[in-house]
Nanobody, 123 residues
Framework: QVQLVESGGGLVQPGGSLRLSCAAS????????MAWYRQSPGQERELVAE???????NYADSVKGRFTISRDHTEDTVYLQMDSLKVEDTATYYC?????????????????WGDGTQVTVST
């Protein structure tokens, strides 16, 4: 089992910055891709950014040039640096990560979600 704990959310004015963190703990064989999603009330959860285990990053068009995803393999942590925040970035941000476990001698891939952290961009 793996637990993901997000932190860094809060209230910020438009144009401001926040840095989200998601730390993984627990037992696993290997960490795979890690990602940030967000969900606003009444909206579907959407992918914001993802980063592979080799460091390749992809972003939603709405955040390109403003958000940067990174990861620390030694700490099993993924970050989301959010700059030039807009009101429309307001949402609950969720961390998702894929891990490989060895079960009965076989590699089994599982995905985990954090509980979310609230980001509010407002004057």
């Amino acid at each position: 089992q793996v637990q993901l704990v997000e932190s860094g959310g809060g209230l910020v004015q438009p144009g401001g910055s926040l840095r989200l963190s998601c730390a993984a703990s627990g037992s696993f064989f290997r960490a795979g891709a890690m990602a940030w999603y967000r969900q606003s009330p009444g909206q579907e959860r959407e992918l914001v950014a993802e980063i592979t285990d080799s460091g390749t990053a992809n972003y939603a068009d709405s955040v390109k040039g403003r958000f940067t995803i990174s990861r620390d393999h030694t700490e099993d942590t993924v970050y989301l640096q959010m700059d030039s925040l807009k009101v429309e970035d307001t949402a609950t941000y969720y961390c998702k990560a894929d891990f490989t476990h060895v079960i009965d001698g076989r590699g089994v891939g599982l995905s985990y979600w954090g509980d979310g952290t609230q980001v509010t961009v407002s004057t």
